[in-house]
């Protein structure tokens, strides 16, 4: 039997804990949890809830259950050393340690890899730790991106022209960020179209996964605030409708130069998820960011589509072996909605802000994929608590039967639930590749 850790208690990790039990070995699952995911909770032999930054509790938990290996969801974790501290404990994992999380935890390690080591995709760009510079730095830029150097859940990115028009507004962000945070990257703004490349690493060799598009805006038309992400969608081919062969083979180029720079920098192999939210622009793919993690919608659309063995992989993942797996995916579409509250996402002076816990009712949704989030079990039903609370998945042979079963699923969800009916139509689908003509002219 192979016993296995996973640390998350969101989606992500609901489907992360569905495909290992779809795995052909015999495994037991161990879940350590923040709070109760009554999904993963269902696929578990025993659940530990505790704070991820209780190493000693999960290290007690991981050793009496004589965990062969840990399989980890989230960035917290990552960026507090659970991977360094179970390393310790003869425990190898699936994820990055603390020092090679800094691919996602710190944005200015990402950017001055990718400097130093010579690869494609990097924006001209400066860190600032004071204001001083920011003024002349920013002068000859057509378009600005502020963002803090550290962890914001998706929504630290302030961009010129959604979340402010001037240049004396970007810096009074900066100075807000600098108020928060020790440092202000600063970059040019690229404009196009974004797509999320989730590619395994075992250190070595890179794997990427089908491209996905996420969608962060809160509401309908790409409006409203930044949030974790309202759903996401692939495509049967392995593409985008907006993208071109050459972009996804260039984003994974890009990933493995940064698998071999990360080595070389640190004497460290990579292992784990290298999440890579490119932007294919009129001069080629450019890098947003990279994430130390599956993404969450992202991991919903490409994890249920997996052929072959999760557990195979993380084994590869692990032994630096991923060049003898054939790694395959079901040639699919897939769209996946997040019904939330009414009030998520919303900032705290809203008059909407925030929710309080409301009942909702999830019956008929055959043949659809449900993977829980903030959601609470109680005696009488299931309660949404104030974040997304259910990624619903609709898989299809085509893109629009994929949507037309994640609606008709939230259509038979009774209760206050809140959610992007646009999310994988023709009609905002059409709006991409519209946007990408007119950029790549
Ligand atoms: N989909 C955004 C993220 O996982 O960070």
């Known amino acids: 039997m192979i016993r296995i850790l996973l640390i998350g208690n969101g989606a992500r990790e609901h489907v992360m804990a569905e495909t290992v039990k779809r795995s052909a070995h015999d495994t037991a699952l161990f879940s350590c949890m923040k709070s109760n995911n009554p999904g993963i909770a269902f696929l578990s032999n025993d659940v530990l809830t505790t704070s991820y930054d209780d190493r000693e509790k999960i290290g007690q938990f991981a050793r009496e259950n004589k965990i062969d290996f840990a399989i980890i969801g989230p960035e917290d974790p990552l960026n507090n050393g659970i991977v360094d501290f179970l390393k310790n404990e003869g425990i190898p994992s699936v994820g990055p340690t603390k020092s090679l999380a800094r691919l996602e935890t710190s944005k ?3 950017r001055n890899l990718l400097e130093k080591y010579d690869i494609p995709g990097n924006p001209q760009f400066r860190t600032f730790t004071s204001l001083d510079g920011i003024e002349e730095f920013i002068a000859p830029l057509d378009g600005i991106v502020v963002k803090p150097d550290g962890l914001t859940g998706g929504k630290g990115v302030m961009v010129q022209g959604d979340h402010f028009q001037t240049k004396d507004e970007a810096i009074e962000h900066c100075k807000k960020i600098l108020e928060k945070y020790p440092s202000v990257m600063v970059e040019e703004k690229f404009e196009g179209e974004e797509f999320s490349l989730q590619c395994l690493c075992d250190g070595i060799t890179v794997v990427a996964t089908p491209p996905v598009q996420d969608h ?3 509401f309908v038309g790409d409006k409203g605030p930044n949030t974790g992400g309202m759903g996401s969608y692939s495509l049967e081919d392995h593409s985008l409708p907006f993208l071109k ?15 071999q720079a990360i080595h070389q920098e640190t004497g460290e192999y990579y292992k784990g998820v290298m999440y890579g939210g490119f932007i294919v622009t009129r001069d080629g793919v450019r890098l947003l960011e990279y994430n130390a993690r599956f ?10 589509l997996l052929k072959t063995d999760f557990v195979d992989i993380c084994r590869a993942i692990i032994d630096g072996t991923l060049k003898d797996l054939n790694i395959e995916f079901e040639k699919k579409a897939t769209v996946c909605k997040y019904i939330v509250p009414g009030g998520y996402g919303l900032p705290a002076d809203h008059p909407d802000a925030g929710s309080t816990s409301s009942k909702i009712e999830v ?15 109680r005696e009488d039903g299931l309660y949404m608590t104030s974040s997304r609370a259910i990624g619903i998945v609709g898989i299809a042979d085509t893109l629009d ?17 809140d959610h992007r009916p646009d999310i994988g139509t023709k009609s905002l689908i059409d709006k991409r590749i519209q946007h990408m003509k007119e950029i790549r002219g």
């Open 108 to 110: 200015a390690f990402t």
């Open 216 to 218: 962060k805006r809160r």
């Open 245 to 259: 062969k050459e972009d996804v083979a260039e984003g994974l180029a890009i990933t493995q130069m940064v698998a």
């Open 295 to 304: 993404g969450d919608p992202e991991a919903m659309n490409i994890l249920p």
């Open 363 to 377: 019956s008929d949704t055959e043949g659809v994929k449900v993977y829980y989030s903030s959601v609470d079990k």
């Open 401 to 417: 039967s994929a949507e037309e079963m994640a609606e008709g699923a939230i259509a038979s969800i009774k209760g206050p639930i």
